[in-house]
């Protein structure tokens, strides 16, 4: 199972860095993804990265905030989040899943089998 670190609560315009690491196995093959799931909505897809050539893809509505990167020694995969707003609330969840296709990742994540973590609370206030 993954482990995601680095939620809080910010004002809006702040910034955090999500972590996700996992002491069992290698992500070295795995695509990585953020997902996130605001109270009372569907889980959504926010930022994707591959296993191999480091293709990202990212959601529209984080696309110039949001970077998602890994560095393999660490086993870790990060999401930097700046310029934080209320809309960005909600419980942000990584997952490990065998896939080329990030964009496919990222958007159609539902029933896919991988990897998941219990996810990190993330509270922008205004």
């Known amino acids: 199972q993954l482990e995601e670190s680095g939620g809080g609560s910010v004002q809006s315009g702040g910034s955090l860095r999500l972590s996700c690491t996992v002491s069992a196995f290698s992500l070295e093959r795995f695509a990585v993804g953020w997902f996130r799931q605001a109270p009372g909505k569907d889980r959504e897809g926010v930022s994707c990265i591959s296993s191999d050539d480091g293709t990202t893809y990212y959601a529209d509505s984080v696309k110039g905030r949001f970077t998602i990167s890994r560095d393999y020694a660490k086993n870790t995969v990060y999401l930097q989040a700046n310029n934080l707003k209320p809309e960005d609330t909600g419980i942000y969840y990584c997952?490990?899943?065998?896939?080329?296709?990030?964009?496919?990742?990222?958007?159609?994540?539902?029933?896919?089998?991988?990897?998941w973590g219990q996810g990190t609370q993330v509270t922008v206030t205004s």
């Open positions: 997952a490990a899943l065998v896939e080329k296709d990030i964009q496919r990742m990222c958007v159609n994540f539902v029933g896919r089998v991988g990897y």
